[in-house]
């Protein structure tokens, strides 16, 4: 559980009455921005720290420090396969491809620190500390030719010491490192070659390391990001921008970041570049700057050395151990650390309803968690690859998983967080139900159902992210004297996702009872379909009505008794459409009450009851889709079924089906119940 050094802040939403309740429109799925869930996909893993990544027509290429790879979620030491420094892999499956090259040195530990993409995506380029590519001597930076997965021979540059950073076009790779030549020929920590490997005149001389070079859109420029505090000469710690083709300075930014902080990584888009920074004990966060200006843009000032960035879709994700964002008005200084996070590339504040995690990594390694980021596409499917030096899943219970994890723009398909603290107090007027916020890692906003009784009283919008978890409530005014009411409350996204209902909260009204309600869940349901005579559905997490070429569904309640000195006054079957894109039909649906014997797991067409032919209830047509539609039921023909079963069957004369949720449905709403009102006579 994440703790924080200052305590979860609690905020209290107005009050909510019942009396003409209105509910909040449903939360969206995936709070936008953000386009990308938090739900990890299975992703092979590396026995060490992936330091790089790199893509190419959704084949995804991953490097560093390591030795081999395995399946995912596989103990260390089970099911390797020998890959080092170097993997290649699918981007959809997560599963290595055939390209695997071991990058080595003679001496030392060989590494992969850089992999660029050439524009046409035809050459992967590689940076680090090695001296051969699968036997092949490199030094430090190579060729790799992506369709052969084989070392390009006309590519040679020798390089004096660790390349960190690559960026490349259709006739010029430049880089970055901790070298102090190339090509035979000075250049300090920043150079460019050809695509042959021959040493261009572009020498931007930095007096400390680089790390990240990225191209301005109009190939003119080139952002240099490193240690540095000079360049050229001139005062610029950690950010200059250069002259494509000399490297000669266009903007420098003296006293612009600290002398702690260095820029570890650049991303861009259209509109602007934008740094990852790491300090010691100084700045730690992302800054975006405009290209038309090259002036900043904004500022996040979160503390948790950035790693990585990467655009995705208007949204500025990243890599860090983020542990205090206080200074944005965001969460406060943790015990843990958060390492993925996401903005506006328009506005860091406030950070996005997107939380997914790792941990920080094993002993012996720095223990920063996540290093680097790309995104991928493969069949219409967009994937955002994160790798590093972690070795769990923090937001997925701790799951095991190194080195590599991968989210994606699919569907999300995890619930929230079950509603907690749960409480039900006797106001004036009615009950007060009060509950704390839940939690989903890629939705801020959330509905909640609140249940009385086990039927749906309202439903309310409520927005949480993992450092503030408000509490909300409502107040029931519907209630009726001495009477106990138990609550509950389940809380969905728009994807549907739903939560196991809470807890149960009780409290009694004051005076002598008037009337009570029950409701009811069907104790069995299914269909049965004319044009599958022998096929049973009893296990189908829908049921279907229509009249021509027919389906008849059938449902069964178990009904409560009367409560002492009270009769059954009303009841109300009320049915939920499924989410299937022809589940709305334009046809009203019949009530039936259904007179033989039947089972949920033996009704067919063939095996079929009788129905009494008395309509005792209407559905109105269901129009539209997730949506409750509710039929009043003839008193007169439960009353003699009470405490005991009563089964309905749903029937139409038209030729439009419909489609209901069933029993069996997931979740815990959207079930077929049966609320019956008991009173005085």
């Not at 080092?84 to 695997?100: E, M, V, W, Y």
């Not at 209630?479 to 809380?491: I, S």
């Not at 005076?511 to 309600?517: D, E, L, V, Y």
Request: with cysteine; proline share 6%.
């Amino acid at each position: 559980m994440r703790r924080c050094s200052a305590g979860v802040v609690a905020l209290g939403l107005a009050a909510a009455s019942m009396v003409g309740f209105t509910s909040a429109g449903p939360a969206r799925a995936l709070t936008a921005p953000v386009a990308m869930t938090a739900d990890d996909l299975p992703t092979w893993q590396t026995n060490g720290v992936v330091w790089a990544l790199a893509q190419a027509d959704g084949v995804v290429f991953a490097g560093g420090t390591f030795s081999s790879v395995r399946p995912p979620g596989a103990a260390a030491g089970t099911g390797e396969q020998p890959a080092l420094n170097f993997q290649a892999f699918d981007a959809a499956s997560g599963a290595p491809t055939s390209c695997r090259l071991s990058f080595t040195v003679g001496s030392g530990t060989a590494t992969v620190r850089a992999l660029a993409v050439s524009p046409d995506k035809s050459t992967l380029y590689a940076g680090g500390t090695f001296g051969a590519v699968n036997g092949t001597p490199s030094s430090n930076l190579a060729a790799i030719d992506i369709a052969t997965c084989t070392v390009r021979d006309d590519f040679k540059v020798s390089v004096s010491a660790q390349v960190r950073g690559i960026t490349a076009t259709a006739d010029t790779v430049y880089f970055g490192g901790n070298f102090t030549s190339a090509g035979g020929q000075v250049r300090q920590h920043f150079a460019a070659v050809d695509t042959t490997g021959a040493l261009k005149s572009f020498a931007p001389a930095a007096d400390k390391n680089g790390k990240a070079l990225l191209v301005t859109p109009d190939g003119s420029k080139v952002v240099l990001g490193g240690d540095f505090d000079t360049v050229n000469g001139a005062a610029s710690h950690a950010l200059a921008v250069v002259d494509a083709t000399t490297g000669a300075n266009v903007r420098t930014y003296p006293g612009f970041i600290g002398a702690t902080s260095t820029v570890q990584d650049l991303a861009s888009d259209a509109t602007g570049f934008y740094t990852g920074n790491e300090g010691t004990g100084g700045f730690d966060g992302r800054i975006a700057v405009d290209f038309s200006t090259l002036n900043e843009r904004w500022r996040d000032t979160c503390l948790g050395a950035t790693q990585a960035v990467q655009v995705y879709k208007g949204v500025l994700y990243s890599a860090s151990h983020a542990h205090n964002c206080s200074s944005m008005g965001q969460f406060p200084q943790m015990d843990d650390r958060q390492h993925l996070l996401a903005e506006s590339v328009g506005n860091p504040r406030p950070l996005l309803g997107w939380f997914p995690d790792t941990d920080d990594g094993p002993a012996g390694t720095e223990q920063i968690g996540p290093r680097a980021l790309t995104t991928a596409s493969e069949g219409g499917t967009d994937y955002l690859w994160v790798g590093g030096e972690f070795t769990r899943i923090a937001s997925n219970g701790n799951r095991p998983q190194q080195g590599l994890v991968r989210f994606a723009d699919t569907p999300d398909t995890r619930s929230p967080s079950v509603p907690q603290q749960v409480t039900a107090t006797t106001v004036r007027g009615g009950i007060r139900i009060g509950w704390q916020a839940s939690l989903d890692l890629d939705d801020s906003a959330l509905t909640y159902t609140v249940y009385r009784n086990g039927a749906r009283l309202a439903t309310i919008g409520g927005n949480s992210t993992f450092w503030i978890r408000p509490t909300l409530g409502l107040s029931d005014t519907g209630t009726q004297p001495g009477t106990t009411y138990a609550y509950q409350v389940a809380v969905s996204d728009a994807a549907g996702n739903t939560s196991a209902r809470s807890a149960s909260a009780s409290a009694t009204t004051p005076g002598t009872p008037t009337s009570t309600t029950l409701t009811v869940e069907s104790s069995a349901d299914s269909y049965a379909n004319a044009g599958a005579p022998s096929t049973t559905y009893g296990g189908n997490q829908q049921l279907a009505v229509r009249g021509s070429s027919a389906y008849i569904a059938y449902l069964r309640f178990d009904l409560p008794a009367a409560p002492q000195g009270m009769v059954l006054k009303s009841a109300q079957l009320t049915v939920r459409t499924s989410s299937d894109a022809v589940a709305n039909s334009t046809d009203p649906i019949s009530v039936q009450h259904v007179t033989d014997g039947w089972t949920e797991e033996g009704v067919s067409w063939t095996a079929r009851p009788a129905l009494d032919p008395a309509v005792i209830g209407t559905v109105p047509a269901p129009a539209a889709l997730q949506t409750d539609y509710t039929a009043s039921l003839d008193p007169a023909q439960l009353t003699a079924a009470l405490g005991g079963a009563y089964d309905l069957a749903l029937t139409a004369t038209g030729t439009d089906s419909a489609w209901f949720w069933s029993r069996e449905a997931p979740g815990t709403s959207g079930h077929p119940q049966l609320a019956l009102t008991y009173g005085q006579p």
